[in-house]
């Protein structure tokens, strides 16, 4: 029998492997449907969908290994890291997705969930004013006027995978839709700010650096509340507080 094993389990999801197949359990079946929707539309390599009986989605797994892991030195050469880039180039230049994502969301909201988050941090003590103001003033450069592109939302190191300098597949496509481009790339570099050279020039286009920076911040001060609500951890090493004090 093949060894099971849990990926991700908290109040929303979660996932376990079994032997080469992954299944996707999720509270919220409208995210199953983006992510197996935004599969069969993305111009990149994807899992292969098996079979989905509701709340079950099943899944291949893709070739090779993670890109890398937040908190850990990634031990892909610049060439993968490049090869990244190229790939969400292809995705953002695809033709647009019929529903926004999760990097698709308003500026107005955006900024109230910034302003709501920044708060909670430093009433409850978690960051100290200093560190949680000087990064709100870093985030303000990602709140601008953006052309839609094909997102992936939640472009994370860890979903994307690699064999040597190429790219074997990119999972987890649930927060997928109409975004910010440089959502992705920040998303993707957080926490590794030396590999970001390679990915912009895999990308091949002009960006901004400093929105980059800016989303690096933004999504830090994000998630905080959730991480620690859902049993992650933040202040571990080289993770989103890191992330936070980087820009100090």
């Not at 064999?163 to 999972?171: F, R």
Request: net charge negative.
């Amino acid at each position: 029998m093949d060894e099971v094993k849990m990926i991700v389990a908290h109040s929303e999801r979660a996932t376990l492997r079994v032997g080469d197949v992954f299944l996707k359990v999720d509270a919220d079946q409208a995210r199953i449907d983006v992510e197996v929707e935004a599969m069969a539309l993305a111009p990149v390599p994807t899992p292969k969908v098996l079979w989905r009986k509701p709340p079950v989605l099943a899944i291949a797994a893709v070739p090779g290994t993670a890109l890398g892991r937040l908190g850990e030195p990634s031990t892909a050469s610049p060439a993968a890291w490049a090869a990244a880039g190229a790939a969400i180039r292809r995705l953002h230049d695809a033709p647009l997705p019929p529903r926004p994502g999760r990097a698709g969301r308003g500026l107005d909201e955006w900024a109230a969930d910034l302003d709501g988050e920044c708060e909670w941090l430093v009433t409850n003590g978690v960051l100290p004013a200093d560190l949680v103001t000087r990064n709100r003033e870093v985030a303000e450069a990602a709140l601008r006027p953006w052309a839609p592109v094909f997102t992936h939302g939640d472009l994370q190191i860890a979903h994307v995978f690699v064999d040597g300098d190429g790219i074997t597949g990119i999972i987890d496509w649930s927060e997928a839709g109409q975004g910010d481009a440089l959502f992705d790339l920040a998303t993707l570099t957080l926490g590794h700010e030396e590999h970001l050279g390679d990915v912009v020039a895999g990308y091949g286009t002009d960006v901004d650096l400093d929105v980059i920076r800016a989303w690096w911040s933004l999504r830090s001060l994000l998630v905080v509340r959730w991480l620690v609500e859902h049993g992650f951890d933040p202040f571990a090493p080289g993770c989103e507080i890191d992330v936070l004090r980087s820009r100090l």
